[in-house]
């Protein structure tokens, strides 16, 4: 039995977690109590044992890394190809954190297809454009998202919203949103992204229902409209002032009228 334990030693050279060694000592007193079994009978129990040891400790590391998300969330990030970066994305290059403002694809020439990317510095805010291989290694950094639910906007452009689980309420600069910002109306439901407590960016749902305001010019095939809140689309013939709409918040165009 005591070769068997040199072996278990030697086997488990990286150190193991506090439950897991719970787990092995309890597995040596109960082998030291009994009356020295053949090694044929003891193989089972040990094999048993170390199954035990391993699944423990794996759960253990689960505890552990659920204990404090942010190891998760904040640090482990996956390696990405150039031409897989997208707009809204948080990515590491030279030790810096990014959030990706705008992807220009180009091609220029016999040259490699290259990415004009327009970045937001993180940490100090202000933006660079830079330009990544296709097939470059960019490294995609996670961040934690949070649904919120706006309230209203100050006249300095302070946006006040609601945590929907906590009721706190979260004031930020109405630039998180971009262009988006005209979409804020009461009650809707947002999104705010973090990275290290702070928030980076904030979202409106895809589909927002606006209502039609005056119609300002006609073209052949459809009219354009000016909405509630400020923004022009194209809407088909039919749809005049008054009718509520929805519309495509990525793109600022018409979707389909709103059902009553």
């Known amino acids: 039995m005591q070769a068997l334990r040199v072996m278990l030693t030697k086997r488990l050279s990286r150190p193991i977690s506090t439950c897991s060694s719970t787990l092995l000592s309890n597995f040596y007193a109960s082998s030291s109590a009994s009356s020295s079994p053949p090694l ?13 040891v391993r699944s423990s400790s794996w759960a253990c590391s689960i505890s552990n890394l659920l204990s404090s998300p942010w190891s998760a969330i904040q640090y482990r990030g996956i390696k990405v190809a150039g031409s897989d970066v997208r707009v809204g994305n948080i990515i590491e290059k030279q030790g810096r954190v990014y959030e990706v403002v705008k992807v220009d694809h180009s091609h220029e020439g016999r040259g490699k297809a290259t990415i004009k990317v327009e970045l937001r510095d993180i940490g100090h805010g202000n933006k660079v454009i830079q330009r990544l291989g296709t097939e470059e290694s960019i490294e995609k950094v996670f961040v934690e998202e949070k649904s919120f639910i706006y309230m209203c906007m100050d006249h300095d452009g302070t946006v006040v919203l609601m945590d929907t689980d906590t009721l706190d309420q979260l004031e930020l600069s109405k630039d998180l949103f971009g262009k988006n910002a005209a979409y804020l109306r009461d009650e809707l439901k947002v999104k705010v992204y973090f990275y290290d407590d702070k928030p980076l960016s904030a979202s409106v749902p895809k589909r927002v229902t606006c209502t039609v305001k005056e119609a300002i010019a006609a073209t052949p095939r459809n009219k354009k409209v000016v909405l509630d809140n400020g923004l022009i689309v194209e809407v088909p013939p039919h749809i005049e ?18 059902k009553a």
């Open 40 to 52: 044929s009978n003891s193989l089972p129990s040990l094999v048993s044992g170390i199954s035990t």
């Open 241 to 258: 002032a008054g009718d509520a709409i929805v519309v495509n918040t990525m793109e600022d165009t018409y979707m389909e009228r709103a």
